[in-house]
């Protein structure tokens, strides 16, 4: 088992930035991939961005493309998303999710784990 505690949403305004943290613990956390998913109200839990287990690779939607960065710090058991000039779209609940592979992983249902999820408001 793996737990997941992701933390450091909030409210902000449009072109703030903010770092989410993700604090692993259970398992051998550099064995897996990590994920960051997001879920707006009344809408599907989307893809934002992942990273392979060793941090050579690294893949973000189209969305955030260029302004979000995920990392991970495997010493520390920790995956970050650094989130820059955020927009009003933005605002969702953010989870972060571990798969038991080592490469990239794209769809949710490839995630074997889940954090609670912390909320990030972005006003206009």
């Known amino acids: 088992q793996v737990q997941l505690v992701e933390s450091g949403g909030g409210l902000v305004q449009a072109g703030d930035s903010l770092r989410l943290s993700c604090a692993a613990s259970?398992?051998?956390?550099?064995?897996?991939?990590m994920g960051w998913f997001r879920q707006a109200p009344g809408k599907e839990r989307k893809f934002v961005a992942a990273?392979?287990?060793?941090?050579?690779?690294?893949y973000y939607s189209d969305s955030v493309k260029g302004r979000f960065t995920i990392s991970r710090d495997n010493a520390k058991n920790t995956v970050y998303l650094q989130m820059n000039s955020l927009k009003p779209e933005d605002t969702a609940v953010y989870y972060c999710?571990?798969?038991?592979?080592?490469?990239?992983?794209?769809?949710?249902?490839?995630?074997?784990?889940w954090g609670q999820g912390t909320q990030v408001t972005v006003s206009s």
């Open positions: 999710a571990a798969t038991r592979t080592f490469s990239i992983a794209i769809p949710r249902t490839m995630y074997d784990y």
């Open positions: 259970g398992r051998t956390f550099s064995n897996y991939a």
């Open positions: 990273v392979n287990w060793s941090v050579g690779s690294t």
